[in-house]
């Protein structure tokens, strides 16, 4: 991916496993993904794991494995040192939801990744 440009893009294919393993993670559950290892994501600390555990509950439906259709909705866009990513999250009854993950993604081959938040934007 071009890192000079500039407004909103498709989150890239190559990133993509790596944001289906997160929404597994939550999905069962696992806020901070401990149990659910993925390579290059920084911890997720406690207070920003009991905030997204809050905004999932106060959505009302249950997180379950990403759809093919959030990519046609999810987005990247490139900040100073990083690009900012928000997936659209899916739940039982909506392959894309309106609670979205955001996360930062440091390097180009998406080897350093940080979760910020999941909350409905």
């Known amino acids: 991916m071009d890192t000079t440009e ?17 929404a597994a993670g939550l999905a069962i559950g696992d806020y901070q993904l401990e149990t659910t290892p993925i390579d290059g994501l920084e911890p997720i600390d406690a207070m920003t794991a009991a905030s997204i555990a809050e905004n999932v509950v106060a959505y009302g439906e249950p997180l379950t494995s990403l759809s093919d259709a959030t990519w046609s909705s999810s987005v990247c866009r ?5 690009w900012q990513v928000l997936v659209d999250l899916s739940t039982k009854s909506e392959p894309v939801s309106d ?9 180009a081959d998406c080897s350093r990744f940080r979760i910020v938040s999941v909350h409905v934007p």
């Not at 407004?7 to 944001?19: D, I, M």
């Not at 609670?99 to 390097?107: E, G, I, N, S």
């Open 99 to 107: 609670l979205t993950l955001h996360a930062k993604v440091f390097d």
């Open 78 to 82: 490139r900040m100073e040192d990083y």
């Open 6 to 22: 500039d407004g909103e893009h498709p989150v890239p294919e190559l990133w993509r496993p790596k944001f289906r393993e997160i």
